[in-house]
């Protein structure tokens, strides 16, 4: 079994309060980085550290884990998605926020929804200033974990108190 909890290591606190704005226009750079221990062939980490703003709220993307199922038996998944996240909301009143609400869309073209029964609990109601940190697993069903080469995620924008939008959703392309 492997732990996913660990994969937020990244401090990108200051960026979530505009204290470093990454350059506009340029890409998102992305580390590889191998699991080392008895998953080491079936595990990749991807330091992503890049910031999204979606009007007040805040998403810090900090790294992806691609895991493959070794667990001889289960066939209905080939693998996990895990994605690092930092969020904070920048506005004074309450905004309502789901990164569980994310799909991703990967290179093989195989779509995918997030599994809240084992995910952190990130979203929610977010008061002013409030920073939740956590990981969004993404099960994968029909690719090989070892074709995925790059990411698009999807992400659904915050909501006011009477479930407006405050923005558009955007999209976050992540080259592995």
Not at 14 to 35: D, F, M, T
Not at 68 to 86: M, R, S, W, Y
């Amino acid at each position: 079994m492997v732990v996913l909890g660990t994969l937020i290591t990244l401090p990108i606190a200051a960026r979530l309060w505009g204290k470093q704005e990454p350059g506009r226009g340029q890409g998102v750079n992305v580390q590889h980085q191998e699991v080392t221990g008895k998953v080491q062939d079936f595990s990749r980490l991807f330091n992503v550290d890049q910031v999204v703003e979606m009007g007040p709220i805040k998403v810090g993307v900090v790294n992806i884990g691609l895991v493959k199922n070794t667990v001889a038996g289960e066939d209905d998944f080939k693998g996990h998605i895990a994605l690092g996240l930092e969020v904070a909301n920048t506005a004074p009143e309450m905004v309502r926020f789901y990164p569980e609400q994310f799909v991703i869309y990967l290179n093989t073209g195989e779509r995918l929804s997030s599994d809240i029964s084992i995910s952190s609990d990130i979203g929610g109601v977010f008061t002013h200033r409030r920073v939740k940190k956590g990981f969004v697993l993404f099960p994968i069903k029909d690719s090989e974990p070892d074709e995925i080469n790059e990411l698009v995620i999807l992400m659904v924008a915050p909501e006011n108190e009477n479930h407006q939008p405050l923005c558009e959703n955007q999209e976050l392309a992540i080259p592995l």
